[in-house]
Structure formats: structure tokens, C-alpha cells
């Protein structure tokens, strides 16, 4: 089965850092565009960052900009989600997901297939 699989969630405190993982089975990583999207309590998911096949375009929600990374190493069939200067904010359940598309987009309605999450809790 096409399966993601999501680890490295935890609790930590604000200002610290996380490295999130998105291990895909199944299929050949470099042939999807990955996303990562987060769900807080009572909220709806959103786009947190995305990367291209081949990492030439990389977006990233505004709340997040220049303390969230997105890379991907493909020989590793693997994503990986870099956090840092973690916010009470930023607690939520994430989720990778992977669009036979190709393309870049923030937007949960674009991708195929999604990990079952790992919850981030960022409290003091």
C-alpha cells in the first residue's frame, strides 16, 4: 500500500526545536510534490510549507517564515519538516501529504495521500 508516515512530534518548550519526518512506502517519492499541514483544536487545517519535486520551489505559510524549513531527501524517500523558535502557536497535530501533480500548493483539496499525523505540543 502507498502509505507517509509522520514522526518526530513531541512536547517542547517555546523557543525550542523539532525536525518532523515524512517516510514514504510504496512509491517513489520524487515522482510527488510533498506538503506539510497542520490542525490545531477547533480550527481548520492549513498550509504550513510545500516543495516541489525536485525542491526548485518551496512556499511557506506566513506565520511560519523564516522558522520553518522544508527540505527532502529523495534517496531517502523521506521529507523532513525543520522547526525552530517553536510558538504556543504552533501546537497542532501535522500532517504530510504527497500530489502526483507536482506542484507546490498550500491547499489540503491538491494532494492524494496523507500520513496520519503527529501532534506537536509547544507549552512551557
Known amino acids: 500500500q502507498l502509505q507517509l508516515v509522520e514522526s518526530g512530534g513531541g512536547l517542547v518548550q517555546p523557543g525550542g526545536s523539532l525536525r518532523l519526518s515524512c517516510a514514504a512506502s510504496g512509491f517513489t517519492l520524487d515522482y510527488y510534490a510533498i506538503g506539510w499541514f497542520r490542525q490545531a483544536p477547533g480550527k481548520e487545517r492549513e498550509g504550513v510549507s510545500c516543495i516541489t519535486r525536485v525542491s526548485t520551489i518551496t512556499n511557506y505559510a506566513d506565520s511560519v517564515k523564516g522558522r520553518f524549513t522544508i527540505s527532502r531527501d529523495n534517496a531517502k524517500n523521506t521529507v523532513y519538516l525543520q522547526m525552530n523558535s517553536l510558538k504556543p502557536e504552533d501546537t497542532a497535530v501535522y500532517y504530510c501529504?504527497?500530489?502526483?501533480?507536482?506542484?507546490?500548493?498550500?491547499?489540503?483539496?491538491?494532494?492524494?495521500?496523507w500520513g496520519q499525523g503527529t501532534q506537536v505540543t509547544v507549552s512551557s
Open positions: 501529504a504527497a500530489t502526483e501533480d507536482g506542484v507546490c500548493s498550500m491547499w489540503p483539496v491538491e494532494y492524494d495521500y
